[in-house]
Nanobody
Framework: QVQLVESGGGLVQAGGSLRLSCAASRSTSIGLNMGWFRRGSGKEREFVAAINWFGGRKRYADSVKGRFTISRDNAMNTLFLQMNSLKPEDTAVYYC?????????????????WGQGTQVTVSS
């Protein structure tokens, strides 16, 4: 069964940290690139970060570069997003997704399995 389940969201003060997790069924994630996206209130869903299967290649949106770190544990079929120095503008629902593309894509259309999302709220 295809399944991606995000967790770890919550309410945090500006400057704080959160670590998001995305538990994937093995059939959903094996050999595939994975990514994190987010959708703020009234905004379009946007790319946050992506990682290849082996974890050696990563890509970040300029808005989170230097503050967020994407990683994965393939033995646990889990994707992570460590978020530090959080800002109010990081408030959004965060989604994980899988991609069959060989490149680390920022376009939503390159991803086909999506989780239900986890809410992150950063207070000022």
């Amino acid at each position: 069964q295809v399944q991606l389940v995000e967790s770890g969201g919550g309410l945090v003060q500006a400057g704080g940290s959160l670590r998001l997790s995305c538990a994937a069924s093995r059939s959903t994630s094996i050999g595939l690139n994975m990514g994190w996206f987010r959708r703020g209130s009234g905004k379009e869903r946007e790319f946050v970060a992506a990682i290849n299967w082996f974890g050696g290649r990563k890509r970040y949106a300029d808005s989170v570069k230097g503050r967020f770190t994407i990683s994965r544990d393939n033995a646990m079929n889990t994707l992570f997003l460590q978020m530090n120095s959080l800002k109010p503008e990081d408030t959004a629902v965060y989604y994980c997704a899988t991609s069959s593309m060989s490149a680390l894509e920022a376009s939503q259309s390159s991803y086909y399995y999506w989780g239900q999302g986890t809410q992150v709220t950063v207070s000022s």
